[in-house]
């Protein structure tokens, strides 16, 4: 196995990564959402009107369908877009001193890597098109 | 006309890991029934003499023939192989975060929700008090917030 070939799993261990990662706290805040509430900034409850609970609830949903569709590899691109700019303002609230800060900063841009590169050739849909995935 | 000619080439290898399997099950079991035989019984003639002393063993080896190549043709949808390994990370992850208990160490670690480490390991010391009633001893475990 050449390591060609090798790097056409890069984007496949990334997407599974990150589907295991979002999966993780998304099942979570559905299963124990009381559990998340206190984690919740103010700012986030008078902005949208719902309260803590909701605004878990509602996260928790979010990250679990995008999640699955990363898993089957379903509109990575948009779905990987969407994820990045939501973990890009949890881990911003958190800012870059705090450690959980810097780490869902992290996350953030690993999930706009997967966006930069879209559909793997594993992906079921769309089509790959980029050049990296025909080799 | 490249695509048909590239399947055709691909089934030429799934066959014969199909009839190698059959036949390694009909060696085990002692048969006499030789590749070409076994080649003629797979046409459809496999399971027209249930008389015959290898019948069972016919049985067993056109079932093993048959879910052989069910298993490689599914692998030849490799997204297919790809997507449900893609829902088998998912459902561990749904499972490890189930598996976490719902009092104790709180959202502490890492993620888009998560808290910070200080809070954590904050949540996750407990006091325990224990009393014995009537030689039954109880452990009250309190998470401290």
Same mark, same amino acid.
């Given at each position: 196995?050449?390591?060609?070939?090798?790097?056409?799993? &890069?984007?496949?261990?990334?997407?599974?990564?990150?589907? &295991?990662?979002?999966?993780?706290?998304?099942?979570?805040?559905?299963?124990?959402?009381?559990?998340?509430?206190? !984690? !919740?900034? %103010?700012?986030?409850?008078?902005?949208?009107?719902? %309260? &803590?609970?909701?605004?878990?609830?509602?996260?928790? !949903?979010?990250?679990?369908?995008?999640?699955?569709?990363? &898993?089957?590899?379903?509109?990575?691109?948009?779905?990987?877009?969407?994820?990045?700019?939501?973990?890009? !303002?949890?881990?911003?609230?958190?800012?870059?001193?705090?450690?959980?800060?810097?780490? %869902?900063?992290?996350?953030?841009?690993?999930?706009?890597?997967?966006?930069?590169?879209?559909? %793997?050739?594993?992906?079921?849909?769309?089509?790959?098109?980029?050049?990296?995935?025909?080799? | 006309?490249?695509?048909?000619?590239?399947?055709?080439?691909?089934?030429?290898?799934?066959?014969?890991?199909?009839?190698?399997?059959?036949?390694?099950?009909? +060696?085990?079991?002692?048969?006499?029934?030789?590749?070409?035989?076994?080649?003629?019984?797979?046409?459809?003639?496999?399971? +027209?003499?249930?008389?015959?002393?290898?019948?069972?063993?016919?049985?067993?080896?056109?079932?093993?023939?048959?879910?052989?190549?069910?298993?490689?043709?599914?692998?030849?949808?490799?997204?297919?192989?790809?997507?449900?390994?893609?829902?088998?990370?998912?459902?561990?992850?749904?499972?490890?975060?189930?598996?976490?208990?719902?009092?104790?160490?709180?959202?502490?670690?890492?993620?888009?929700?998560?808290?910070?480490?200080?809070?954590?390991?904050?949540?996750?010391?407990?006091?325990?008090?224990?009393?014995?009633?009537?030689?039954?001893?109880?452990?009250?475990?309190?998470?401290?917030?």
């Amino acid at each position: 196995m050449n390591s060609q070939k090798l790097s056409s799993y &890069a984007p496949l261990v990334l997407r599974f990564t990150l589907v &295991a990662v979002y999966a993780w706290f998304g099942s979570s805040q559905l299963m124990n959402p009381e559990m998340w509430t206190r !984690v !919740v900034p %103010d700012w986030a409850i008078t902005t949208s009107g719902f %309260d &803590a609970l909701m605004i878990i609830k509602m996260n928790g !949903v979010f990250e679990v369908v995008a999640s699955i569709l990363l &898993a089957l590899g379903i509109a990575v691109r948009y779905v990987s877009v969407l994820l990045f700019l939501h973990l890009l !303002v949890i881990g911003g609230n958190f800012g870059v001193t705090n450690p959980t800060g810097i780490r %869902d900063l992290g996350l953030s841009f690993a999930t706009l890597a997967l966006a930069l590169f879209g559909q %793997d050739k594993w992906s079921l849909y769309p089509k790959a098109t980029n050049d990296a995935v025909s080799q | 006309m490249r695509g048909k000619s590239c399947s055709a080439v691909r089934e030429i290898p799934s066959q014969t890991s199909s009839l190698s399997a059959a036949m390694a099950l009909t +060696t085990i079991h002692g048969s006499s029934i030789g590749q070409d035989q076994l080649q003629d019984r797979s046409r459809g003639n496999l399971l +027209t003499d249930p008389n015959s002393p290898s019948s069972h063993t016919d049985r067993v080896a056109f079932l093993l023939l048959q879910v052989t190549n069910g298993i490689i043709n599914i692998m030849k949808q490799n997204k297919i192989m790809f997507a449900i390994l893609g829902l088998v990370v998912f459902g561990l992850a749904v499972w490890a975060a189930s598996m976490r208990e719902p009092m104790g160490a709180g959202p502490g670690g890492a993620g888009p929700m998560g808290n910070s480490s200080s809070t954590q390991s904050m949540a996750s010391s407990s006091v325990q008090t224990s009393s014995t009633n009537g030689g039954i001893s109880i452990t009250i475990e309190t998470p401290a917030r």
